[in-house]
């Protein structure tokens, strides 16, 4: 057993969740991106809010 921690082997995993022969792999859910909702107001102004007001001086 080499004493460099990352030339030694993994240690194996001694678990019973295997695809029997011809059953579909587990497939992973999407990640579901979340959208901003429309009841919290923007605190950024919108660009037609910036061109009414004019410029500030």
Request: net charge positive; aromatic share 4%; proline share 23%.
């Given at each position: 057993?080499?004493?460099?921690?990352?030339?030694?082997?993994?240690?194996?995993r001694?678990t019973?969740k295997v695809?029997?022969?011809?059953?579909?792999l587990p497939?992973?859910?999407?990640?579901v991106?979340?959208?901003?909702?429309?009841?919290?107001?923007?605190?950024?102004p919108?660009l037609e809010?910036l061109l009414?007001?004019g410029?500030r001086?």
């Open positions: 057993m080499p004493k460099n921690q990352f030339q030694r082997p993994l240690p194996v001694h019973h695809p029997r022969y011809g059953a579909p497939q992973r859910k999407p990640e991106r979340r959208t901003p909702s429309t009841k919290e107001p923007s605190p950024v919108t809010d009414k007001r410029p001086t």
